[in-house]
T-cell receptor, first 118, second 115 residues
């Protein structure tokens, strides 16, 4: 099955700096790569996702890049703010059901604790 | 609008007891998922419902775990003969159609502690 490795496990930056979190995956059939932000006591919240037919996607201060050949994908946060402090998870899936329709059986990375210091 | 609702938010039970965890998905979402998150780890898939049927239950760890979704909306995760190793946060998520990886919306989870 799919295996997702995430690095680093902790990341500390100063407000205004950039933060980069990297993930690798093992299953070349994976075609959907979401990133989630999880705050203490809350469920994961989707912040951005990318599909295998594109190499990069950006949404304001957040961007994700995908290298299918190397099976790497990364999250980039620019101009970090203290409220960006949280645990971030990458995930991957390419699961399809008997009818050939993909569904959300995600394999998550181990998480990165991001701390942004004011 | 209302998100995914999970009750109770916390559950403490004794080893060997039976527990039920409830999930109310976003209205109209046909796909529902259960995940389990141990401390310091990412969520792990347990089971996926498309409508009323369990389309993929390959993540359930053993036959003490069972889930139902009888009317295609609310789902209940049931754990029999609980063990201390079952302690974790149980997360429920729903998505619009379950097709083409429509985004998953997670609830805040039920923190289960088995003493």
């Amino acid at each position: 099955g799919e295996n997702v490795e995430q690095h680093p496990s902790t990341l500390s930056v100063q407000e205004g700096d950039s933060a980069v979190i990297k993930c690798t995956y093992s299953d070349s059939a994976s075609n959907y790569f979401p990133w989630y932000k999880q705050e203490l006591g809350k469920g994961p919240q989707l912040i951005i996702d990318i599909r295998s037919n594109v190499g990069e996607k950006k949404d304001q201060r957040i961007a994700v890049t995908l290298n299918k050949t190397a099976k790497h994908f990364s999250l980039h946060i620019t101009e970090t703010q203290p409220e960006d402090s949280a645990v971030y998870f990458c995930a991957a899936t390419g699961r399809v059901n008997a009818g050939g329709t993909s569904y959300g059986k995600l394999t998550f990375g181990q998480g990165t604790i991001l701390t942004v210091h004011p | 609008g209302a998100g995914v609702s999970q009750t109770p938010s916390n559950k403490v039970t004794e080893k060997g007891k039976y527990v039920e965890l409830r999930c109310d998905p976003i209205s109209g979402h046909t796909a529902l998922y259960w995940y389990r998150q141990s401390l310091g780890q990412g969520p792990e898939f347990l089971i996926y419902f498309q409508g009323t049927g369990a389309a993929d239950d390959s993540g359930l760890p053993n036959d003490r775990f069972f889930a139902v979704r009888p009317e295609g909306s609310v789902s209940t995760l049931k754990i029999q003969r609980t063990e201390r190793g079952d302690s974790a946060v149980y997360l429920c998520a729903s998505s619009g159609t379950g097709r083409n990886n429509s985004p998953l919306h997670f609830g805040n989870g039920t923190r289960l502690t088995v003493t």
